[in-house]
Nanobody, 125 residues
Framework: VQLQASGGGLVQAGGSLRLSCVAS????????ISWFRQAPGEEREFVAG????????KYNEAVKGRFTISRDRPKNTMYLQMSSLRPEDTAVYYC???????????????????WGQGTQVTVSS
């Protein structure tokens, strides 16, 4: 599966952005697609994911209540709606996909074989 992430940009603190991840090449519905981010000098960390669109998404505690993940099946697209953005949200955001993710590995970057190219999000104070 190929992933194309977009929607990043420069925004002031308190603002909003919506990231998109378009999947192609394989049946979209059979993959778990999650979002990760990597700030300069930091490890890549889990942001949000919903195993096989179960309806029970999981979020990093740092973004809970501010970010929302959703999937548009006809468009083969996963979204990350980000609100109340903070300077500490500044990072390159990646979408990742895999068919074999289970609940306990949802937040583990090593569980995903397919990655998008990343989109930069910069939040100014």
């Amino acid at each position: 599966v190929q992933l194309q992430a977009s929607g990043g940009g420069l925004v002031q603190a308190g603002g909003s952005l919506r990231l998109s991840c378009v999947a192609s090449g394989r049946p979209f519905s059979s993959y778990t697609i999650s979002w990760f981010r990597q700030a300069p000098g930091e490890e890549r960390e889990f942001v949000a994911g919903d195993k096989n669109n179960s309806g029970y998404p999981k979020y990093n505690e740092a973004v809970k209540g501010r970010f929302t993940i959703s999937r548009d099946r006809p468009k083969n697209t996963m979204y990350l709606q980000m609100s109340s953005l903070r300077p500490e949200d500044t990072a390159v955001y990646y979408c990742a996909a895999d068919r074999s993710v289970i609940g306990s590995t949802l937040a583990s970057r090593t569980a995903y074989a397919y990655w998008g190219q990343g989109t930069q999000v910069t939040v100014s104070s």
